[in-house]
């Protein structure tokens, strides 16, 4: 069974500081990687795509991919009260066209 | 404006009685997508489809049905629900499996 792990957390942090959010998969083919956010009663929307190593970075979104040691990130900066959500991490699965999901890393930040 | 529009957004039904749950997307999306959300399980993946007339398992399939008869529209389909089927369900859609997918705003099911 392909997994996506995630720290079910809660992970708090205070006003201004930076998150740091992890994801390990087990499948070392999955080449497509996606970082989502989800508020509670919501629907997930997108925070960032990732598909090669390194580092991308989007406004106060950093999203990490190391695929020799299999874990992805997502770094917020500045982090916002208004970042508190659930974050899921989510792997396209190599052979097939599955999308395996993280069961989500709750974060609050606390003003 | 683009979107994923699912209904009904909140379903309560008993066991055996067949039910479905509509979507649709008006992006001219390929790749189109099911799935379950209960806690501390995160999201499941119930079926899929690559495109019109192909659709494939995903992890939970049991229990549903899907078709795509026109690529805007992925229906699922609760043949007899029973009790484990309640859920948070979401469909999605994207480009290709690659890219990633757009939401639709979730249906809450509870069979009794």
């Known amino acids: 069974q392909k997994e996506v792990e995630q720290n079910s957390g809660p992970l708090s942090v205070p006003e201004g500081a930076i998150a740091s959010l992890n994801c390990t998969y087990s499948?070392?083919?999955?080449?497509?990687f996606f970082w989502y956010r989800q508020y509670s009663g919501k629907s997930p929307e997108l925070i960032m795509s990732?598909?090669?190593?390194g580092d991308k970075e989007d406004g106060r979104f950093t999203a990490q991919l190391n695929k020799a040691s299999q874990y992805v990130s997502l770094l917020i900066r500045d982090s916002q009260p208004s970042d508190s959500a659930t974050y899921l991490c989510a792997a396209k699965g190599s052979g097939g066209f599955k999308t395996i999901f993280g069961a989500g890393t709750r974060l609050f930040v606390k003003a | 404006e683009a979107q994923v529009t699912q209904n009904p957004r909140y379903l309560i039904t008993v066991t055996g009685k067949k039910l479905t749950v509509t979507c649709s997307q008006n992006?001219?999306?390929?790749?189109m997508s099911w799935y379950r959300q209960d806690p501390g399980l995160g999201l499941r993946q119930i079926y899929y489809?690559?495109?019109?007339?192909?659709?494939d398992k995903g992890d939970v399939p049991e229990g549903y049905k899907v078709s795509r008869k026109e690529k805007r529209n992925f229906p699922l389909i609760l043949e007899s629900p029973s009790p484990n089927q309640t859920s948070l369900y979401f469909c999605?859609?994207?480009?290709?499996?690659?890219?990633?997918?757009?939401f639709g705003d979730g249906t809450r099911l509870s069979i009794l």
């Open positions: 992006m001219n999306h390929e790749y």
């Open positions: 489809s690559m495109n019109v007339e192909v659709t």
């Open positions: 499948d070392r083919g999955s080449q497509s």
């Open positions: 999605a859609s994207s480009l290709d499996s690659d890219q990633p997918q757009h």
């Open positions: 990732i598909y090669s190593n």
